[in-house]
C-alpha cells in the first residue's frame, strides 16, 4: 500500500506535468491554509490515484472528463480540461465531437457554453 | 446536402448496428405516433449526424456519452449507452475507469448508481 | 392581507379542482403529521399564491410547469402536471411541443423520459 | 421532406425574425469553423424543426423555454429567450408569472438569478 | 393563524438581523416593481416561515443551506449565505467541513467552487 | 502520514458503526471485483477522510450531506443518509427542517421526494 504522502507527490507531478508549473503554483497557493484538505483531495484522490489509473490513455479520460464537467456545467472546471485534453494530445476536433454529442444528449445550451469556451482556449494556444 | 429521410435512414441503420434489431424494434414502436417527432431526432440528428461523424471512434463516442448521461443523472439512457459501448468494443475495465472519473468529478453517489447499473449490464451479458 | 388559513383554503381549492379530490385526499394523507409543513407550502405557497395568480391562464402555466419538471430531472412531479396539463385543456399535441423544445434545451434523455411518461398519462386516460 | 440546407434556411430566417439580425449575425460568426456544425444544429434542429412547428404559438412556446432554461441554470440561453419572448409578444408580467412558477418548482435561487437577468433585459429594452 | 403581512415582517427583521440593513435595503430595492412578489416570498415563506421554525439553531441551517446551494450550482445564493453562516456563528472551519463534505458527494469542481466563494468573503470580513 | 490501507480500515471501521454491519457488508460485495476501487474510495476517502474529520459533529454533518443529496437528485443515497442521520442522533423533526429549507432553496418536487423516502424510513425504524 502507497501512503497517502506518495499519492499525493505521484498527483501532484501528473498535475504539473498536465498543466504546467506556472498553472499548478497559482491553483495551489489559490486558497492558503483554507484550501489544504482540498488540494489533498485534488493530488492524493483524483491525480494520484484515478488519473494515475492506467487502463485508458490520458487522451481518453480527458475527452470523458469534458463531457462530464460540460454535462454538470461546471464552465470553470471545463476550461481547465480543454486546457489538459491539448497537453493530452486531443486535436481540436475531437474535442469538438465530445461538445455535438453532448448538445444531442445534455441539449445545446450546454453545448454552445462549451464551444464559446473551447474556442477561446483554442485561440489563446495560437 | 442529404435531405432528412436519408439521414434518418442512415441514423436507424447505425442504431440497429449498435444495439441490435429487437432493441430498435420495441424502442421505435414504444411511443406509437405520439413519439413519431421524437424518434425522428434520434435517428437524424443522434445517430444519422452526430453519431455518424468519423472524427473520433464509436467507442471513444461511448465513454464519452457515459460520462455526460451519468453526470446528467439519466439512468435510463446511461443503462443503453452501456449496452452500445460494450457493443462499439469497450472493455468492463474501460467502462469503470469513466465512472472513477465520475467518482471525482460529480461526486460518489453518480458514480455508485452507475457502477450499479454498468455491474447489471456486464452481468446480464455473461 | 389574507391570513394563511385563506391562503391555504384557496390553494386547497384549486388543487382539488385541477386534480380531483381522490387524488388530493391521497397526497395529503400520505405522510402524516411529518409532512403537515411542506402540505402547508404546497397549499398556501403553491396553490393559493402562484397558482392562483390570474396574468398568466392556469393552461400556459401547466405548459410552463411541464417544461421546469422535466428539465429539473423530476418524473413524478411531472407525471403529476401531465394530468394537471390535461386537466387545464392542454391537448396532447400541445403537450408534446413543450417536450420537443426540451429535447433542443435539455437533450434527448430528459425528453425521452417525459415522453414516456407522458405517454402512459394520455393512455391512463383513454 | 425537406432537405438540411431547407431546414437549415428556415431556421436563419425564424432566428433572424425573433432576435434581429445585429444579434445573428454576431451569433453566427462567433464561433468561426469551429462552430459551423453547432451553428447548424442551431438553424435545422432547433430553429428549422422544433420552433417552426405550429402547434404551439411562438409566445408560448417562449414561455416554457424561458421555464426550462432557469431550471436548467443557464443564464446565457435565458438572457437570449427572455428577449426572445418579448419579440414574440409576452409581457413583463406573463415572464414574471413564469419565474414566479420557478420559485415553486426549482427553489428561490433559480427564481432570483432569473429575475435579476429578466429586469436588466426589460430595462435595456426601455 | 398569522397573516402574511405578519409573515412578511418578521421575515425581513430576521433578514436585516443576520445580513445587516445596507445589504438588506440593497437586495429589496434591485428589482423595483418586477421583483415585489419575489421578495414577499423571500421574506415571509422564506425567512418568516422556514427560517423562523426552531427545531435547528440557525448556525446549523446555515450549514445546511451552504451544502444545497453549493450542491444546486448557485453560487450568488452561496455567497450570500457564507456571510449569513458567519452571522450565525459557523467558524471558518465548520464552514469548511461542509466543502469537503461536498468534494465526496458532488464533486470537485462544486468543492472548489464554493471554496474560492468562502474564501473570498473570509478574506473581506478580516 | 497514514498510509492509504489506514485509511480505508478506519473508514470502513466508521461505516460499520454508523450503518450496522448487515448494511455494510451487502453494500461492500454488491459490486464484486468491478466496484473494487469505488469501495476504495468510498472507504478510504469518504469515511476514512472527510467524514473522520472532527471539526463538525457527525450529527450536524449528516444534516448537510441529507441537504446536499437531496439537492442532487440522488434518491437512494439520501435513503441511506436518513438511515445514517438518526444512526447519528437526529431527530426526525430536525430532520425534516433540512427538508423545509430544500423546498425554499431547491424547490417543493425535491422537498416532496425527500419528504417521502425520509418518512418511509423513519416508519421502517418504528
Redesign the interface.
Known amino acids: 500500500?502507497?501512503?497517502?504522502?506518495e499519492?499525493y507527490d505521484r498527483g501532484e507531478k501528473l498535475r504539473r506535468k498536465i498543466f504546467g508549473n506556472e498553472a499548478i503554483d497559482k491553483r495551489m497557493n489559490?486558497?492558503?491554509e483554507?484550501?489544504a484538505?482540498?488540494e489533498h483531495?485534488?493530488n492524493a484522490?483524483?491525480y494520484g490515484?484515478?488519473?494515475s489509473?492506467t487502463?485508458?490513455p490520458l487522451k481518453?479520460?480527458s475527452?470523458?472528463?469534458?463531457?462530464?464537467?460540460?454535462?454538470?456545467?461546471?464552465p470553470?472546471?471545463f476550461r481547465v480540461h480543454v486546457q489538459g485534453a491539448l497537453a493530452n494530445g486531443c486535436?481540436?476536433?475531437?474535442i469538438?465531437?465530445?461538445?455535438?454529442?453532448?448538445?444531442?444528449?445534455?441539449?445545446?445550451?450546454?453545448?454552445?457554453?462549451a464551444?464559446?469556451i473551447?474556442?477561446e482556449v483554442?485561440n489563446e494556444k495560437k
Open positions: 500500500m502507497m501512503d497517502t504522502q499519492l489559490a486558497l492558503g483554507f484550501g484538505p482540498l483531495m485534488i484522490n483524483a490515484d484515478v488519473w489509473r487502463a485508458l481518453t479520460k475527452l470523458a472528463v469534458l463531457g462530464i464537467n460540460a454535462a454538470l456545467n461546471r470553470a472546471e486535436t481540436p476536433e475531437e469538438r465531437e465530445v461538445l455535438l454529442l453532448l448538445a444531442i444528449y445534455a441539449g445545446l445550451p450546454a453545448a454552445i457554453q464551444h464559446h473551447a474556442y483554442l
